[in-house]
């Protein structure tokens, strides 16, 4: 059955072979979380401090109970889901660990084949001048993923999103972070070489790169590296995956996106995360088509 991932984005086009097949759901009943991104935009600067757009994108399983369930009624009645956890400010603030907001989400689009839901929700909030200012979401669980070769439930789950709200730039402006998207899950057959290319988009037309979430950053919590058998190009954003050396199962990828002014590569103006599902399954002739229109990323699928 085709499903659809829709939101209003330009994102940087990318023509990309996915592979799905009839899924078989190999988390365990407690497991719900399947990734996200934070980013930020100012609305408003003052003298002393400057209001932040924060936009939240998560995904769920969506039968993991009544608070990620969604279909299109769902999105219709514009129902928030997700857990009841929150938003944290961790560095720049007041008090570490002060909650800024809640981590619930409007749901924009769904699959009952392969058991996800996901949305978001855009919160103002206002912050300090300060060089770094962080903001998390963490919890757990993964599921049943494949870690270092073992399968292993209860992962905890860490996105860090970090930001320079002064106006110190080369453009005296307060500098929206890059924006980014991904399905929640891309399925993959086992033996075979691809590449995901990696889309954001940035306002302000920074120089971005892409590395590896770090765990002593606490940006990625238990699931830091855990792509063994994939390499990512940090210059071009693109991920090279040689699944002949992977095992059948649930990946979990945990990547920053930071955005750079001029050739200053030493010190990033924000840090935004991306955590998505990669999940390895055996061959198949069913592909999935990914098609970019203008404003708007659908994944078509076509079986």
Known sequence: MPYSYTKILNVKKIELERYTLKQTTYFIDSSHFYGGSISSKPIKDNVDNVTFNFTIGFSYRSSYSYETYCDSNTILNKTLIGPHYYIYCVSGCDHAYTAIASSEIYCLSYS?????TFGSRTFSYTIPKVNTYQIEFYGSDWGNLVVFGYNRTGSSWELRHSLDSTNNTYSKAINSSPETLMSPVTSIPINSFHVIDIPYIDEDDDVVRCRWAE?????????????????????????????SQAQLGFYAAAIQLEDFKGNNFSHPISSVPLQFLIHIVEE????????????????????
């Open 112 to 116: 009952k084949e392969i058991d996800w």
């Open 284 to 303: 198949t002739n069913c592909t999935l088509q990914y098609i970019y229109l203008s404003f708007v990323m659908i994944i078509a699928a076509d079986h």
């Open 215 to 243: 765990w002593l950053k606490k940006e990625c919590r238990d699931v830091c590296m855990a792509v063994p058998f994939g390499y990512l190009d940090t210059v071009e954003c693109k991920l090279y995956l040689n699944t």
